[in-house]
């Protein structure tokens, strides 16, 4: 069964999704700062990823 969250993106604090889907992965993502996360639920092993660096300027 798929599922989803929101929760505060890991990379710039605005609302990320966490989706919850088939078979086991867990995909986070946040359309504010493009940041993507997908990994295993089980043993966390990451299958893809992105994130812009931000700067403080």
């Known amino acids: 069964m798929d599922?989803?969250?929101?929760?505060?993106c890991p990379n710039c604090g605005a609302i990320a999704i966490?989706?919850?889907?088939q078979p086991s992965?867990?995909?986070?993502?946040?359309?504010?700062?493009d940041y993507l996360l997908v990994v295993t639920e089980k043993t966390g092993q990451v299958m893809d990823s992105s994130a812009?660096?931000?700067s403080k300027t």
């Open 25 to 33: 992965l867990v995909e986070t993502s946040c359309d504010r700062c």
């Open 3 to 8: 599922c989803s969250y929101s929760l505060p």
């Open 52 to 54: 812009v660096s931000l």
């Open 18 to 21: 966490r989706r919850y889907f």
